[in-house]
């Protein structure tokens, strides 16, 4: 099958955004999960002073994690597809949370940093160019900023692989075939095989200059098919001037 991507992907999201808050309900754990990945970040004081960066947000249910996770922050929140954004916007935010339209490809022509951590949620799987969009992401995080990146990334195993096609065939492609969205949900199902394992993965963050990379597994069925990435920018003297700037804020 031929991923969707850019536009097309975009507008497939646009498509499904009318259900996707209903559809993501009924998986076990998925908003749970999204809080746990950004309680990751380890964000001190509530995340006081803290300028936040939501990479492919969807309707906000990341972005709602990573107001729960530091909901003293200042929060900027970007997505590609104008439908799951127009979601997001008709939720009830605190004034510092912000949205914009644009995509992974665009932020570094589009958005003013420095940010402090960024949260970036199913992203990878569907940029063009993750490594490019990595760079960027370096670009704009502060030296010892913190990344998190929650992402369906196989384990390795054949029996993940198994499983993760045997749940696309018997919930997750029915269900996206009744919405009228059944090219996007079979997109997913083929990403996820075709994409990084986590341990390729946490080897393109290392490539890309951050620092302590590692993999975190999460519970449930998810075990060995959906992970946490955490690392830092920069070396290790700036992680820990960046941990002493964020304790005096």
């Known amino acids: 099958m ?44 509530g995340g006081a002073g803290l300028h936040l960066l939501d990479l492919g947000c969807g309707t906000g249910a990341s972005t709602r994690a990573l107001l729960r996770a530091a909901p003293r922050a200042r929060i900027t929140a970007v997505d590609a597809s104008a439908g799951m954004l127009r979601r997001a916007l008709a939720k009830p935010w605190p004034d510092g949370v912000r949205f914009l339209h644009l995509s ?3 932020l570094d022509a589009a958005v003013e940093g420095p940010f402090d951590a960024v949260f970036a949620a ?12 990595l760079r960027t992401v370096r670009t704009l995080l502060r030296p010892g900023g913190r990344l998190a990146v929650h992402e369906y990334s196989l384990g390795g195993s054949p029996a993940h692989r198994a ?18 969205d059944r090219a996007l949900y079979r997109h997913l199902w083929h990403s996820v095989l075709d994409f990084d394992t986590a341990a390729v993965f946490t080897g393109r963050l290392t490539r890309a200059g951050f620092t302590g990379a590692r993999a975190l597994p999460l519970a449930g ?8 990435f955490v690392a830092r920018n ?7 001037a960046a941990d002493a700037a964020e304790a005096a804020r």
Request: negative net charge.
């Open 2 to 45: 031929t991923l969707l991507r850019d536009h097309d992907l975009a507008r497939a999201f646009d498509h499904a955004s009318r259900t996707y808050d209903r559809l993501t309900g009924l998986s076990p754990g998925y908003r749970a999960d999204l809080l746990r990945s950004a309680r990751r970040l380890g964000l001190p004081g």
């Open 104 to 106: 992974a490809e665009e």
């Open 122 to 133: 199913y992203l990878f799987r569907n940029v063009s160019d993750p490594d490019g969009v």
């Open 163 to 180: 499983l993760w096609t045997a749940v696309c065939r018997a919930v997750i492609i029915p269900a996206g075939t009744l919405t009228g």
């Open 221 to 228: 069925w998810q075990t060995g098919i959906t992970h946490t």
């Open 234 to 240: 920069g070396s290790a003297d700036d992680a820990v």
